[in-house]
T-cell receptor, first 115, second 116 residues
Framework: AQKVTQAQTEISVVEKEDVTLDCVYE???????LFWYKQPPSGELVFLIR??????QNEISGRYSWNFQKSTSSFNFTITASQVVDSAVYFC????????????FGKGTRLSVIA | ETGVTQTPRHLVMGMTNKKSLKCEQH?????MYWYKQSAKKPLELMFV???????ENNSVPSRFSPECPNSSHLFLHLHTLQPEDSALYLC???????????????FGPGTRLTVL
């Protein structure tokens, strides 16, 4: 069965610091998709990125970057020069390509950025 | 209006009440989902509708009753709920033209439900 582990429950950083959120996943499937979502205090889950298991290239989008390493089954998320608006709960999730299986979420990491 | 909308945003109900949550997606998607998010628990998938047909029911108690009249609208009818049903209920949709449910899910803002 598939599983997503976000070992960091809560992280606090001072504004402008860089911060990395860890995500480790488990699956025996070879084709799958990985996601990161952001949940601000308003409650909505905001989609950030989707990664195909065959594409290990790292991705950068503004202050956000993602490091996908199949060898360690990790899909870590780094925010550079953090801002107060980055304060939210961040979820990593795994979806298999093998059929109608549910999107499996980690328990989330609560990030607090202090001014 | 764009994306996925949910109404109401907040709901307080007694255990004997009957209420409904509404979700509407404006993305032209074919699949819609209900999730429950309780404090300190991972997101739990409750129901999935694909092309208006229910394809998943994750052992959800019968006091929760979904309805999907068309691919743009999804309801969750609630009756005789328990205090432990208090949670954030999130709706999501995905494109999934092929029906495989592998496309990205986009979420609404949620309905925060309190059962007294």
């Amino acid at each position: 069965a598939q599983k997503v582990t976000q070992a960091q429950t809560e992280i606090s950083v001072v504004e402008k610091e860089d911060v990395t959120l860890d995500c480790v996943y488990e699956t025996r499937d070879t084709t799958y998709y990985l996601f990161w979502y952001k949940q601000p205090p308003s409650g909505e889950l905001v989609f950030l990125i989707r990664r195909n298991s065959f594409d290990e290239q790292n991705e950068i989008s503004g202050r956000y970057s993602w490091n996908f390493q199949k060898s360690t089954s990790s899909f870590n998320f780094t925010i550079t020069a953090s801002q107060v608006v980055d304060s939210a709960v961040y979820f990593c999730a795994l979806l298999l390509n093998s059929g109608n299986t549910p999107l499996v979420f980690g328990k989330g990491t609560r990030l607090s950025v202090i001014a | 209006e764009t994306g996925v909308t949910q109404t109401p945003r907040h709901l307080v109900m007694g255990m004997t009440n009957k209420k409904s949550l509404k979700c509407e997606q404006h993305l032209g998607h074919n699949a819609m989902y209900w999730y429950k998010q309780s404090a300190k628990k991972p997101l739990e998938l409750m129901f999935v509708y694909n092309f208006k047909e229910q394809t998943e029911n994750n052992s959800v108690p019968s006091r929760f009753s979904p309805e999907c009249p068309n691919s743009s609208h999804l309801f969750l009818h609630l009756h005789t709920l328990q205090p432990e049903d208090s949670a954030l209920y999130l709706c999501a949709s995905s494109h999934d033209r092929s029906g495989g449910l592998t496309d990205t899910q986009y979420f609404g803002p949620g309905t925060r439900l309190t059962v007294l």
